[in-house]
């Protein structure tokens, strides 16, 4: 794999912003068929753990969309000051269609991928901030601590307010350190070309939605 240009794991996190930059440009239509098209992917590779994403996102895709019912200015759907409009709820389900989108490129990108190598994508994906003085080696080594903690919590049932708790003392509490190791990857010629045209991508998609804003 590591002669090929997609082998390296920085692609493919930096593919996902791209993508998910690209959900927000879209039209309703291209919208509705590239969600439904990645839905469809993600079933067929094995979906369980995506439907799981959108099942506990469900919540808060219907505040998006109640949230843009009432505020956003229109035709009222029923006769009443209380009552949503039309385009607030036609808004609404465009944002939640948007963060769906999100999701399930999120699940189509973790396929497959070890925590290890989406650390080294991440490092490799921090180089620049070197300039600033950023420490990336220590940044990516505390993500790596804070993922395995995680992991033990969620492998162990409790009650949501509980693991909560336990969550908030990760910082403040180290307690025995989980064993874990990872090593950055070398990049080939041909993936620092992928990745500096993901990258010319990335910011003329982000160039694009400042100027439609």
Known sequence: ??????????????????????????????????VASMLVLVAWQGGRPALTGLRRSSRLMLSIVLIYGWSVPGRYVWPSWCSPTFEGLCAGGLQMLRLAGVILTLRLLLS???????????????????????????????LSLTLAQVDALLATPMQPR?????????????????????????????????????????LATLAAAWMTN
């Open 112 to 142: 497959g991928m070890v925590r290890e190598r989406l650390l080294a994508g991440l490092y490799t994906l921090l180089a620049p901030l070197t300039l600033l003085g950023f420490d990336r080696s220590r940044a990516a080594l505390r």
């Open 162 to 202: 509980s693991l909560w708790r336990a969550l908030a003392q990760l910082e403040s509490d180290a307690g025995v350190m989980p064993d874990v190791e990872w090593r950055p990857l070398a990049m080939t010629a041909a993936q620092r070309a992928v990745l500096g045209a993901l990258t010319m991508g990335l």
């Open 1 to 34: 794999m590591s002669e090929i240009s997609w082998a390296h794991p920085a692609q493919r996190l930096l593919l996902w912003c791209w993508v998910a930059c690209g959900l927000q440009l879209m039209q309703p239509a291209p919208l509705v068929f590239v």
